[in-house]
């Protein structure tokens, strides 16, 4: 069996052609980039109203200690943002005042605290398993993928029991990787291999990409990622949480992943995990075809 410190010495090889640009040269498409001395404040607080015709936020919003009382405010925010708000929900984010308009919240979160619990609970097993398995953190083909919790792009606690007695195909991906032959091409072939599988009769198969940037990966960028590329998400999850979460993931997955600066240097990895969570299949880089994971997997 081989180690995953040889796995990772020969991946990192491959690091200086695998950079992807966590920004695309101007300003990202869902959310504002923010100034180097923009004075942020955390927000929590329940969502009144989504005011869709003046892009606006209507929260009532929590104490912020030392900056101002609770009170109901109005805040612009991201067009992903506006898109996956609803009224009632409670939420985490980071208020950014402006001279002029209504002040900024940027960097949403739902700030469910059951929810929050169940996600911090498993990244907690998570960390302590990977530090466990140590050297051995690597899971093989043959063996079973790790557990793990993290919010879907509605929002949504996904944990890994939820795939029990489905197949799943798995990748990790980021939302402004602009590299064609790297994310692109990887969620190309996921929704490729998604549509063969339907044709060919596929049916107990689920396919989930994990965000390697949870810092600007909320769900609801996720959301809007799926959209605007069309994304049948009906068994289709793409997944974000907590960045020590997501390290493990990583770690156990074998998929090397860092930031340089503004690039995010990566390796692409797709596995197929079976009924029982075994892996039974993976390739690495993005040479594979749909019909490679289709051929390998359970049909009636």
């Known amino acids: 069996m081989k180690s995953y410190a040889l796995l990772a010495a020969g991946v990192l090889a491959l690091l200086g052609v695998a950079g992807c640009s966590r920004s695309d040269g101007g300003k990202p498409s869902t959310?504002?980039?923010?100034?180097?001395?923009?004075?942020?404040?955390?927000?929590?607080?329940?969502?009144?109203?989504?005011?869709?015709?003046?892009?606006?936020?209507?929260?009532?919003?929590?104490?912020?200690?030392?900056?101002?009382?609770?009170?109901?405010?109005?805040?612009?925010?991201?067009?992903?943002?506006?898109?996956?708000?609803?009224?009632?929900?409670?939420?985490?984010?980071?208020?950014?005042?402006?001279?002029?308009?209504?002040?900024?919240?940027?960097?949403?979160?739902?700030?469910?605290?059951?929810?929050?619990?169940?996600?911090?609970?498993?990244?907690?097993?998570?960390?302590?398993?990977?530090?466990?398995?140590?050297?051995s953190a690597y899971r093989e083909v043959g063996e079973k993928m790790p557990d793990f919790a993290l919010y879907d792009q509605e929002g949504h606690v996904v944990q890994s029991a939820r795939f029990r007695g489905k197949q799943v195909m798995l990748n990790f991906i980021f939302s402004r990787c602009p590299v064609a032959t790297m994310c692109p091409a990887s969620t190309m072939k996921m929704m490729g291999t998604q549509k063969l599988a339907r044709e060919t009769g596929v049916a107990n198969i689920e396919f989930v990409s994990i965000t390697l940037d949870p810092a600007y990966d909320t769900p609801a960028v996720l959301k809007e990622y799926a959209a605007t590329r069309g994304i049948n998400t009906t068994n289709f999850s793409f997944l974000t949480g907590p960045e020590n979460a997501i390290k493990d993931l990583l770690t156990q997955f074998g998929v090397i992943a860092e930031f340089d600066g503004a690039l995010l240097k990566h390796t692409l990895s797709t596995l197929l995990i079976d009924e029982n969570g075994r892996i039974i299949h993976r390739a690495d880089g993005s040479a594979w075809e749909p019909q490679d994971f289709v051929a390998k997997m359970h049909q009636p």
């Open 31 to 135: 959310a504002t980039a923010a100034a180097p001395l923009e004075k942020r404040y955390p927000l929590t607080g329940e969502v009144i109203r989504v005011d869709a015709a003046n892009k606006v936020l209507v929260v009532q919003h929590d104490e912020i200690k030392d900056f101002m009382p609770a009170m109901t405010m109005e805040f612009t925010v991201s067009a992903a943002d506006l898109a996956a708000a609803k009224p009632g929900e409670r939420i985490r984010g980071e208020l950014v005042p402006v001279k002029k308009g209504n002040w900024r919240l940027e960097n949403i979160w739902p700030d469910d605290k059951p929810a929050a619990a169940a996600i911090a609970a498993q990244a907690a097993a998570l960390r302590q398993d990977t530090l466990i398995r140590g050297q």
